[in-house]
């Protein structure tokens, strides 16, 4: 046996690929805070981004696995893989709200612009003394949210392949795991851990993360795409 | 507790150590088992391990302490994450042209052009400007592989890619290993971070948790290889484990400005 | 559906709601993630504690290695000996405790050691005392998302096709990211700086300045249990309760064969209405908080 390539692998190769950078760029859109937004000291999710993107998008490649084992159409699984994922990030910002608002006190800003671009409510008189911000005010919601959307969508379609590829759903899903980590890490190391979402001036270095990403998505690419099931020797 | 001796290690000599030794012990296991028949020697690819730890445990420590803003277990993150497809790729293309024995070195081979490429990508692209990083990046990315490969063919017992899919991956018992490697990689540095961290001191920790490693695994070889060699790689786990970790404590005793059984903050400070 | 699958259903959801919670106290009792800067940044200003300091790495690779070695010893214990799912789950979830106990240990001894400089102190009763609480919410915490995964994989229907280590790794990443988003705050926000205005976030001035009395004597850090599981804990519960519950309510309502747009439209319906309810939570606090009063800018409130 030795090396085939045909047009099948090139297709999967791009789903690979496409599926790494909608990753990539999810991964800007997801409002995180690092350490000071969990002292309510910055706006944003209170964690690490590649953590947070990880936890969405790999709930969004539970939901699409399941749907995976009954269907074979790419659009469902798409879909259900981004729902997934979506829920699990409105779930953790609304609820991390509800400490921001019930325990804490504060009301949301965003220290990034003076007006939330969404619903226009000034920011700055809002913002806390001594602090850049805090809770997750109405853009960076959706931002997050669109954030997730991403990530669920380049979650599922990495998997999609992998899964045409080895038939076996096990080895498919660590397959987009080890994927996804590497795609959510190099975006996170664009941005230096923290972000407020579309709206903020980081934003514009994504097409440094979009070209890494590019590059190392081509190299997974490969490899995964030439690991074939052997027969029994 | 002065007079505890600790080591310092250049990271030339660690990749010599982390090549050779989970390379050698990568085939130390499988030839030992094929020539016994037998899975006994698993055990040693766990061993084998441990090495790779010591590799890649110290290239993070290297390329972290430059600050990445993203905390230190991103980058275990990304070389573990590449690892997990990276650790079959060499065994799957080897073993297509039906020479399964270099599976391993085309696996190192690549992971480290990968590891390479993406540090020259967060150099030249991303603007990191961090000196070291394509060299780190290529060390952790490579130790990472072989730490993974060498904890599956621990628990296969062999180098075919079709006996460590069946065991390793269709069990499951990769996302152990991703998540155990990736600890063993970043905990280390990530627990012993602070301005007194020692190398000595790093390098242990990531040893005990290599050890803590090889015990998990070895009740996940109860499945895949017998309980009898299982039990082997448990045990000489726990032996290994409770060596290092003895040996850590004495140096965390050795490192701290005082280890007290109990009592109130220390004078300067009340 | 049917009322089993359904019953089972909302099992998940509530075991969920307990592994988010302890899994949240968990982290607090070891100042876990993001309030550990601010332990670790204490005894660097001067304020050296009896706070254990566990960082084991941040949150979810932590909890995905406590629940994918759960999972690990389930898996064995029911494929290779044919062992009744609950008693695996038990099993399982020991084992990750003591995981736990090794990497919490190591973790404090280390931290310490690194600052020996601030002549911050190892206290070994700390050790001693403190360890076996964080286990035991490691215990829960595992113990109910291996009992997660066992019934996706096991008992629902349709069967999950990963395997359960896989699925305990998935759901232990996404904890740990709930847990370190929402409960993180509680703790840090809330119970590690007790002496700063209410009502605003830390004052950057303040940071490092951690509170490290207590009513009686020096404040340990199953006082920070007390505190935290009043509200952190069970909204971080909430949290992954919410993913959980909803993710798997959908496709058991709607057949995901049949009825797959149902349950991606009834997804999209839950998103929708959670961005709604939190931009009338913005509205609200905004109204009855206010603007900070030292606020001296061109923009009008």
């Known amino acids: 046996m030795s090396l085939v390539f045909d047009t099948n692998m090139l297709i999967y190769m791009l789903e690979i690929v496409v599926g790494g950078l909608l990753v990539s760029v999810g991964v800007h859109f997801v409002p995180v805070g690092g350490a000071p937004a969990a002292m309510a000291q910055a706006t944003g999710i209170g964690t690490g981004t590649v953590t947070l993107a990880a936890g969405s998008g790999l709930t969004g490649l539970l939901s699409a696995g399941l749907m995976m084992s009954v269907t074979d159409n790419i659009w469902p699984i798409l879909a259900t893989g981004a729902v997934g994922s979506m829920i699990m990030m409105d779930a953790t910002m609304l609820t991390g709200d509800f400490i921001y608002s019930y325990a804490v006190g504060c009301p949301y800003a965003s220290a990034k612009v003076n007006y939330d671009p969404i619903t226009m409510f000034p920011q700055p008189p809002y913002v806390a003394p001594g602090t850049v911000g805090q809770g997750i005010p109405t853009v960076c919601f959706v931002s997050g949210t669109i954030g997730a959307l991403l990530g669920g969508v380049g979650g599922a379609m990495i998997y999609y392949p992998c899964l045409q590829i080895g038939g076996n759903p096990a080895q498919a899903a660590i397959f987009a795991i080890g994927i996804f980590f590497v795609q959510a890490v190099i975006p996170s190391w664009n941005i230096q851990g923290t972000i407020e979402g579309f709206h903020d001036p980081k934003f514009k270095k994504w097409p440094l993360a979009f070209k890494a990403s590019l590059v190392a998505g081509i190299l997974l690419a490969i490899m995964t795409v030439l690991i074939q099931p052997l027969g029994v020797a | 507790m002065d007079q505890l001796k600790g080591f310092k290690l250049e990271p030339k000599q660690l990749r010599m150590y982390g090549i050779i030794g989970s390379v050698v012990g990568i085939y130390l296991t499988v030839g030992l088992n094929a020539m016994t028949g037998t899975k006994v020697f698993s055990f040693i690819g766990c061993i084998a391990a441990l090495f790779a730890v010591l590799w890649g445990a110290n290239s993070i420590r290297r390329i972290c302490s430059y600050g990445l803003g993203t905390g230190v277990p991103a980058m275990g993150m990304l070389c573990t994450g590449m690892a997990c497809v990276a650790a079959v790729f060499g065994l799957n293309i080897a073993g297509r042209f039906g020479f399964e024995i270099a599976g391993p070195i085309i696996t190192l081979v690549y992971a480290m052009v990968f590891g390479y490429v993406v540090g020259t990508l967060c150099n030249k692209v991303m603007k990191f400007n961090i000196p070291i990083m394509e060299e780190g990046l290529m060390d952790g990315s490579g130790a990472c592989t072989m730490a993974v490969l060498a904890w599956s063919v621990s628990l296969s017992g062999s180098l075919s890619y079709n006996e460590i899919i069946a065991t390793v991956y269709n069990t499951g018992f990769l996302a152990v290993i991703f998540i155990l490697g990736g600890m063993a990689l970043f905990h280390p540095f990530n627990a012993n971070l602070g301005p007194d961290e020692k190398q000595d001191r790093t390098l242990i920790d990531g040893m005990m948790v290599g050890g803590l490693a090889m015990f998990g695994l070895g009740i996940c070889s109860i499945v895949t290889i017998g309980f009898a060699p299982a039990m082997l790689t448990i045990v000489v786990g726990f032996a290994l484990w409770y060596y290092f970790f003895v040996w850590y404590f004495r140096l965390a005793k050795r490192d701290a400005a005082a280890v007290v059984g109990t009592g109130l903050l220390p004078p300067s400070a009340l | ?301």
């Open chain 3, 1 to 301: 559906m049917d009322a089993f699958g359904m019953g089972i259903c909302a099992a998940a959801g509530a075991l969920a709601f307990v592994a988010g919670a302890s899994e949240d106290i968990d982290s607090d009792i070891g100042s876990q993630s993001n309030p550990n800067s601010q332990v670790q940044l204490a005894a660097q200003v001067g304020n050296p504690h009896r706070i254990y300091n566990k960082a084991i790495a941040g949150e979810p690779p932590s909890n995905a290695l406590w629940c994918a070695v759960a999972c690990l010893m389930a898996y064995v214990l029911i494929e290779g000996y044919h062992m009744p799912l609950l008693f695996a789950a038990v099993a399982g979830a020991s084992l990750a405790a003591l995981f736990d106990g090794v990497m919490s240990i190591s973790a404090y001894l280390g931290r310490s050691a690194s600052q020996a400089r601030f002549n911050q102190w190892i206290y070994l009763d700390i050790i001693r005392y403190t360890t076996p609480s964080i286990m035991a919410h490691v215990w829960i915490t595992s113990f109910c998302i291996t009992l997660i995964a066992i019934i996706q994989v096991y008992v629902l229907t349709p069967h999950h096709p990963f395997p359960i280590p896989v699925i305990g790794l998935i759901w232990g990443i996404t904890v740990g990211a709930i847990g370190s988003s929402v409960g993180d705050i509680h703790y840090g926000g809330e119970r590690e700086f007790q002496w700063r205005l209410f009502g605003q976030g830390l004052n950057t001035m303040l940071s490092g300045q951690i509170v490290r009395k207590a009513e009686a004597g020096l404040r340990n850090s199953i006082d920070n249990a007390w505190f935290c599981a009043k509200f952190g804990g069970p909204c971080t519960g909430l949290g992954f309760g919410l993913t959980v519950f909803l993710d798997n309510w959908r496709t058991t309502v709607f057949d995901p064969v049949t009825q797959a747009t149902y349950a991606i439209a009834m997804g999209c319906f839950f998103v929708l209405a959670m961005n709604l309810y939190n931009l009338y939570m913005e509205i609200s606090a905004r109204k009855k908080y206010g603007p900070y009063p030292g606020y001296k800018g061109d923009i009008a409130a």
